[in-house]
């Protein structure tokens, strides 16, 4: 598996540069012209949809980057709330859409030593797990706190939960239950949380929603 991945990567890395540069341009051009049509707000929401859905590649792009080549984190001390909430932005349009109620309770006292970037990635993967499983009107919580040496956060969603024999295998590699799913991000996310010396658990009923517990190190990686 190993090697097959590694001789995929360059191949991959060459296809997720081709497409990222013409997706560079719609988000480009779609965000000067939302800035040309702010006085018509149905348009704005056209262009939102555009943008999300630029963003909704991106994503899938990174995930795919992160499996066939996984970077080496490039660690410094950030703050937990800021990265929370970039990570959210990218979500935005896709909460507001469904109408989904948002609780945050993240101190702004809260930082670790981590990579930015990987652990943004991180947070978009989990809340875009949660909103896929969330029905319109529907809540989404992003509660943290510092435990000892380790940050601990709360991603709990009221969606549709997910069954005893799928939980254990949520983090598996090309292993999904959606449709349209590619089986990458949980599996991304774990990476991550791994190589930051840090832990994931999923806890779910069916009907009842999930709950993701995060611990990272405030003090970056294990052992270091």
């Known amino acids: 598996m190993g090697a097959r991945l590694e001789a995929m990567g360059g ?43 630029v963003k909704n590649i991106d994503n899938l792009l990174t ?6 080549h996984f970077p080496k984190p490039r660690l410094r ?35 670790i030593c981590c990579d930015e970037s990987l652990m943004r990635q991180v947070f978009i993967n989990l809340f875009l797990n949660s909103i896929q499983a969330i029905s319109s009107g529907g809540n989404l919580s992003i509660q943290a706190l510092k435990n000892g040496a380790e940050a601990e956060v709360c991603v709990k969603d009221s969606g549709c939960g997910i069954s005893p024999e799928n939980l254990d295998r949520i983090f598996d590699p090309f292993y999904t239950t959606k ?10 996310v774990h990476n991550i949380i791994r190589v930051h010396g840090g832990s994931i658990r ?10 993701f517990v995060v611990k990272i190190p405030a003090n970056g990686l294990a052992g270091q």
């Open 11 to 53: 191949l991959v890395t060459k296809i997720v540069h081709d497409i990222r540069n013409p997706l560079g341009s719609i988000e480009l051009i779609s965000s000067l012209l939302r800035k040309e049509l702010s006085q018509d707000a149905d348009k704005q929401r056209l262009i939102d949809h555009i943008l999300y859905g």
């Open 63 to 68: 995930n795919l980057l992160h499996f066939t």
């Open 77 to 111: 001390t950030a703050c937990l709330r800021a990265i929370v909430e970039k990570s959210l932005d990218v979500m935005s349009y896709v909460i507001g859409k469904n109408q989904i109620t948002l609780i945050r309770d993240i101190p702004d006292d809260i930082e």
């Open 179 to 188: 449709e349209k799913g590619t089986g990458l991000g949980l599996t991304i």
């Open 202 to 211: 999923a806890h779910s009923q069916l009907g009842e929603g999930t709950l």
